[in-house]
């Protein structure tokens, strides 16, 4: 009998991971996907903590399935609500006291015991009139001693030309602002061989293109195939030459501390893994970064980009910055704005600080009032989108090399992203998904670029990489 499944994704790229892999869990038991929520046998809610605004969306969401799940019982049908994901690891047995049609609470690290779950959640209801019992809800927040990773099945035929590929998990960080290493546990690297299978996988199923994940990925640290150790510099190398028909690599995220001289060779020597990179900051001022326990000074991020632009002119970054740190001054936020300017970022993300229950941060007595958190992200806000707008705008009349992912807004037109993971609009042929093709950027929109075929004959006689150096400088 065919059921259906619908999963809600919120948070980071390791979440939209763990989402396929939960599919890819329960697919054996029946499940295939639904196109709502009303149309499912079952819905996990894939969860993230990070920020209150995020973690509050969970319950005005259950309450919105309970309402469906009400109105498929009068129709004769049936729902299992399970809760996965950080906000799940965080709260556990909270979320069913708050939430009662809640059947799953799981975390993380458990979900190849989803059938087990699915089961035990079955044999809670009663006989009597099907709905759960009181207090019958299944609680799985356990760090398990095995990896989930080796009870996964191999990925689903069917992948898109961009993939996420999990190398790495939790954190050993404790930023004091973070939840990451109470919600995703120690630090973990799963092992080079297992990687490459599941690349190869991957891009037998139709993938191009593999962004590495990891909460921490280039502390990444995983068993060699011959025994000791590789660092991410080295995975990276290897993925390039063992894996056919992989065009392109990311990373992502990064920190600060552990980009070494391996990683930084790899951007100079391995043309797969793409020019740009997300290295997040937080903040300009080495009194908020101590506080904030980054490990590093200011110093070392301006001097790690300098190597990283040294070893690959034409790499682009984006970053994270927090705003309203406990005892963030004015001038600390000036520090923060001065890095800004002098870097230059094709893209960022910044949010106002959020206090986390249960992280040092949140003790922390210098809070900074709600409205200075307002003025100052705005104004950070405004730096960075201009920077961003400048640097999709230097991308009009050079040359990109597009990969195309899929169809685009029109007919006769794919959509693509480059290097730069721009968005680009172009004239193509749907035989093409899955290339790599070179095109002149006309135009920029609100939400990607627009360009045309570049014909062979007319290619400039300078490379690529010449043309984006001059674009990002
Ligand atoms: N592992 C990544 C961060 C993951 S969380 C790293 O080390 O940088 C993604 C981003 O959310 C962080 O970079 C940070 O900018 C932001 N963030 C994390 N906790 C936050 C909090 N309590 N309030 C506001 N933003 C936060
Ligand atoms: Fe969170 Fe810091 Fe770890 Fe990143 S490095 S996940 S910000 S604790
Ligand atoms: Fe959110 Fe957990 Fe990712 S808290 S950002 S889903 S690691």
Not at 370 to 381: A, F, G, T, Y
Request: aromatic share 6%; glycine share 8%; hydrophobic share 40%.
């Amino acid at each position: 009998m065919a059921k259906k499944l619908y999963i809600k994704t919120y948070g980071c790229q390791m979440n939209v991971y763990d989402s396929a892999r939960m599919a890819d869990v329960l697919a054996p038991l029946g499940y295939g996907t639904a196109e709502t929520p009303a149309d499912a046998d079952m819905v996990i809610l894939n969860t993230c903590h990070i920020r209150e605004k995020a973690s509050e969306k969970v319950f005005s969401e259950l309450g919105r399935l309970r309402r469906t799940r009400a109105e498929r019982r009068e129709a004769g049908a049936d729902m299992i609500i399970a809760v996965a994901g950080c906000v799940a690891q965080a709260e556990g047995a909270e979320i069913l006291r708050r939430a009662p049609e809640v059947d799953i609470v799981l975390g993380p690290q458990t979900y190849h015991r989803l059938p087990e779950m699915v089961a035990r959640a079955t044999r809670a209801r009663s006989l009597k009139d099907g709905k759960k019992r009181r207090g019958a809800g299944v609680l799985d927040t356990d760090f398990p001693p095995e990896s989930k990773f080796d009870h996964l099945p191999a990925p689903a035929p069917d992948q898109a030309v961009s993939a996420f590929l999990a190398i790495q998990e939790g954190c050993d960080k404790f930023c004091t602002f973070c939840v990451v290493p109470y919600t995703r546990g120690a630090e973990f690297s799963r092992p080079v061989t297992q990687i490459v299978d599941e690349a190869r996988a991957l891009v037998a199923a139709g993938a191009r293109e593999i962004t590495l994940l990891g909460q921490n990925v280039n502390a990444y640290h995983g068993e060699a195939p011959n025994g000791g150790e590789w660092d991410l510099g080295r995975l990276v190398r290897h993925l390039a030459d063992a894996v056919d028909g992989l065009l392109r690599i990311r990373y992502t995220t990064s920190h600060p501390r552990d980009m070494d001289d391996d990683l930084i060779a790899a951007h100079a020597g391995v043309p797969q893994l793409m020019p740009f990179l997300h290295l997040p900051v937080q903040s300009g001022s080495d009194r908020v970064l101590e506080a904030m326990n980054r490990q590093h000074e200011a110093r070392r991020y301006y001097e790690i980009i300098e190597r990283l632009r040294a070893a690959r002119p034409d790499l682009a970054l984006s970053s994270d910055f927090i705003v309203g740190f406990p005892g963030e001054s004015e001038a600390d936020f000036a520090a923060t704005l001065k890095l800004v300017e002098e870097i230059g970022f094709a893209q960022a993300f910044s949010f106002k600080y959020s206090i986390r229950p249960g992280t040092p941060g949140a003790a922390m007595e210098n809070q900074v009032p709600e409205d200075v958190k307002d003025e100052r992200l705005q104004r950070l806000q405004a730096v960075l989108n201009a920077q961003q707008v400048a640097f999709n705008r230097a991308m009009v009349g050079r040359v990109l090399p597009v990969l195309l992912e899929k169809p685009g807004r029109h007919e006769g037109q794919l959509v693509g992203r480059s290097p730069y993971l721009q968005a680009v609009h172009a004239p193509a042929d749907q035989s093409e998904i899955g290339t790599v093709v070179d095109l002149r950027i006309e135009d920029i929109g609100h939400f990607s670029l627009s360009g045309s075929r570049v014909p062979s004959e007319h290619k400039p006689n300078r490379s690529n990489r010449e043309t984006l150096q001059e674009a990002v400088a």
